[in-house]
């Protein structure tokens, strides 16, 4: 009998466990709960405040909003243009420090110095608002400039190369294709600024050495091609020349020169080579029909710009918000200096 009574150690280990477990998921379901109704506490706080100083944010904004829309409807209006190019020969970095010399140049008002590097007029160029420049970001330009690092170099270095190092390494610069946009308070100035902007990267002889080097290679690359094109398709037809005369004195019973086998792996090799040299001459042309300019250009500026919409750029956004913030900037320190004169 007494040893009935004495309970079992499992037991009672199994029992306090229990309890300690509903007890910490007691606590954290508390905690939650009490984090919930601190943040409805908070937002209800809010919502006050706003309720019994609606008025005064209210007329501030509408005083800031009116304010800003007189601004806005006596400015002149600004509009804008953008273009679309693809640099070759590593000429990225060269375009985005002319784009920005303009726009330092539209910065300190130098209207002299802006015209004759735009070749247009003083007054054109006095009118000219901004330049700015950003890469077309496709994440399968990353995936592709990876995969072609990596067939070009060393198979025994790609393994030591982390795919996302390289990603992270991947700059604005490396992208293929740029947009180009520039503000001003005149509609028809932007197709006289596309010529300009690409010769101030055409006209530099390091780029214009980089192109003849090219084209002079891609020629040299056809020409190699071609000949060796030429010279497998004469291959084939003498070897099906050879396969003819060898059916026909087969007929007449003379023994066979060449095993089937032998047949069959020559005209197929002759065949893929021939696909090959075709694959290449292709990927040859592709490359020499991109190459054609230092930068290729794939939109230009249109003829008449475009009003500038940015409702976040407007006076009437700006001043609108601004006043508003004031507004409650003053009502928070007014609030502040109350707690402090009854503060004990």
Same mark, same amino acid.
């Given at each position: 009998?007494?040893?009935?009574?004495?309970?079992?150690?499992?037991?009672?280990?199994?029992?306090?466990?229990?309890?300690?477990?509903?007890?910490?998921?007691?606590?954290?379901?508390?905690?939650?709960?009490?984090?919930?109704?601190?943040?409805? &506490? /908070?937002?209800?706080?809010?919502?006050?405040?706003?309720?019994?100083?609606?008025?005064?944010?209210?007329?501030?904004?509408?005083?800031?909003?009116?304010?800003?829309?007189?601004?806005?409807?006596?400015?002149?209006?600004?509009?804008?243009?953008?273009?679309?190019?693809?640099?070759?020969?590593?000429?990225?970095?060269?375009? /985005? !420090?002319?784009?920005?010399?303009? &726009?330092?140049?539209?910065?300190?008002?130098?209207?002299?110095?802006?015209?004759?590097?735009?070749?247009?007029?003083?007054?054109?160029?006095?009118?000219?608002?901004?330049?700015?420049?950003?890469?077309?970001? +496709?994440? +399968?330009?990353?995936?592709?400039?990876?995969?072609?690092?990596?067939?070009?170099?060393?198979?025994?270095?790609?393994?030591?190369?982390?795919?996302?190092?390289? /990603?992270?390494?991947?700059?604005?610069?490396?992208?293929?294709? &740029?947009?180009?946009?520039?503000?001003?308070?005149?509609?028809?100035?932007?197709?006289?600024?596309?010529?300009?902007?690409?010769?101030?990267?055409?006209?530099?002889?390091?780029?214009?050495?980089?192109?003849?080097? !090219?084209?002079?290679?891609?020629?040299? +690359?056809?020409?190699?091609?071609?000949?060796?094109?030429?010279?497998?398709?004469?291959?084939?037809?003498?070897?099906?020349?050879?396969?003819?005369?060898?059916?026909?004195?087969?007929?007449?019973?003379?023994?066979?020169?060449?095993?089937?086998?032998?047949?069959?792996?020559?005209?197929?090799?002759?065949?893929?080579?021939?696909?090959?040299?075709?694959?290449?001459?292709?990927?040859?042309?592709?490359?020499?029909?991109?190459?054609?300019?230092?930068? +290729?250009?794939?939109?230009?500026?249109?003829?008449?710009?475009?009003?500038?919409?940015?409702?976040?750029?407007?006076?009437?956004?700006?001043?609108?918000?601004?006043?508003?913030?004031?507004?409650?900037?003053?009502?928070?320190?007014?609030?502040?200096?109350? /707690?402090?004169?009854?503060?004990?």
């Amino acid at each position: 009998m007494s040893q009935q009574n004495i309970p079992q150690d499992g037991e009672v280990d199994l029992g306090s466990l229990f309890k300690i477990i509903g007890k910490g998921f007691q606590n954290l379901f508390n905690a939650i709960g009490r984090f919930f109704n601190g943040i409805f &506490h /908070y937002i209800i706080l809010g919502l006050v405040f706003v309720r019994n100083n609606a008025l005064k944010l209210g007329l501030a904004i509408f005083i800031g909003a009116l304010a800003g829309l007189f601004l806005d409807l006596t400015q002149p209006k600004q509009f804008s243009s953008t273009m679309i190019v693809e640099p070759n020969f590593k000429s990225t970095q060269q375009l /985005y !420090n002319n784009i920005n010399y303009y &726009h330092e140049l539209v910065k300190q008002k130098d209207s002299v110095l802006l015209a004759e590097a735009l070749q247009i007029s003083v007054g054109e160029a006095s009118k000219l608002k901004g330049f700015y420049i950003e890469p077309i970001k +496709n994440k +399968n330009e990353k995936y592709e400039l990876y995969n072609e690092f990596a067939q070009e170099i060393d198979s025994t270095l790609v393994k030591h190369i982390n795919r996302r190092e390289f /990603y992270e390494a991947f700059t604005d610069f490396d992208y293929n294709y &740029h947009i180009i946009k520039v503000k001003s308070l005149s509609n028809t100035v932007f197709k006289k600024l596309s010529v300009p902007i690409i010769n101030s990267v055409e006209n530099n002889s390091y780029f214009k050495n980089q192109k003849k080097i !090219n084209d002079e290679n891609l020629l040299q +690359n056809e020409k190699v091609l071609l000949k060796s094109l030429q010279e497998v398709d004469t291959l084939r037809k003498i070897y099906n020349k050879v396969m003819i005369t060898e059916a026909q004195t087969q007929k007449m019973g003379t023994s066979i020169t060449l095993a089937e086998g032998a047949k069959k792996t020559s005209e197929i090799e002759l065949f893929k080579e021939s696909l090959e040299l075709n694959k290449e001459l292709i990927t040859n042309n592709t490359v020499k029909s991109k190459t054609t300019e230092i930068i +290729n250009v794939v939109s230009s500026f249109s003829n008449i710009g475009e009003k500038e919409r940015d409702i976040l750029k407007k006076w009437t956004f700006i001043l609108g918000v601004g006043s508003g913030l004031v507004m409650l900037l003053f009502i928070l320190l007014n609030r502040l200096n109350k /707690y402090l004169k009854e503060y004990k």
